[in-house]
């Protein structure tokens, strides 16, 4: 079932609206840090550098579950094989519901974090900690119909991913994260070198830094993959439980 859902998480790619979503959550969490930057600024006194790390310490995480969950509400159809969205209206509807999910996602984030070994691994993982505030997300969301789906066709087992899947999924993020930031180094490498010697030291200092600040975005695109191949497990384990 675990390589048959990872098989099945790439297939999630093969729709626009997918990558559209995923364009957009990046785009919100890069807006969310550039806010940050132009309110609290940098190289300024030691008491706004202090309100700016702790409003990110404290906002950011709320932001990131809220934002979360918001993509897991307009693709949550998607994430479980069909080919379209949810209704923006019926997502307007459920935004209280879904700001609740994203706040309860960040909790048991914040949890997790202070576990040994883990939380610090969690923590230095921008993709790993996405997947965890998704999957969170998404058994809240979807956890009611699937209690009923389980009770009319006599489900007695589990249809989410065990122990041993959900650690894989964990890899499979804290993998791709790292390529991701990798790629963005060799890139931003690249770039400074060519435009050092054909812009000048200005507009290249200009651009490494927007790519420095991009670098963080672009770790949520190692948490939604293996969320996609976490909503899968749930879609073929009920299927293969139904089909019995």
């Known amino acids: 079932m675990f390589w ?10 093969d729709h626009g609206k997918i990558w559209l979503g995923i364009f957009l959550l990046v785009a919100a969490q890069f807006g ?21 790390c702790l409003f990110t310490a404290l906002v950011g995480p709320l932001f990131q579950g809220f934002i979360m969950s918001i993509f897991v509400g307009f693709y949550l159809p998607m994430m479980l094989g069909s ?8 997502v307007l509807s459920l935004l ?6 994203g706040f309860i996602a960040v909790i048991a984030l914040v949890i997790l974090c202070i576990v040994p070994v883990l939380g610090s691994l969690i923590a230095e993982s921008p993709g790993i900690q996405y997947f965890l505030l998704g999957a969170v997300v998404f058994r809240l969301a979807v956890g009611p119909a ?30 791709l994260v790292r390529l991701v930031l990798l790629g963005g180094v060799l890139i931003s490498t690249i770039v400074k070198n060519r435009t050092a010697s054909e812009m000048g030291q200005t507009t290249s ?5 927007v790519l420095t600040a991009l670098a963080p975005s672009f770790g949520v695109l190692g948490g939604l993959l293996p969320l996609f ?9 009920l299927f293969a439980a139904t089909a019995n």
């Open 4 to 13: 048959k859902s990872v098989i099945a998480g790439f297939g999630v790619l």
């Open 32 to 52: 969310f840090l550039v806010f940050t930057s132009v309110v609290f600024g940098r190289k300024e006194s030691g008491g706004r550098m202090a309100a700016g």
């Open 83 to 90: 080919t379209d969205t949810t209704p923006s209206a019926m």
């Open 96 to 101: 209280w519901p879904l700001a609740k999910a």
């Open 146 to 175: 699937l209690a009923e789906a389980s009770a009319q066709y006599s489900i007695s087992s589990s249809i989410y991913p065990g122990f041993w899947s959900l650690s894989g999924y964990l890899i499979i993020a804290g993998v």
């Open 205 to 209: 200092a200009l651009i490494e830094a």
């Open 229 to 237: 191949m976490y909503a899968q497990h749930v879609r073929l384990a």
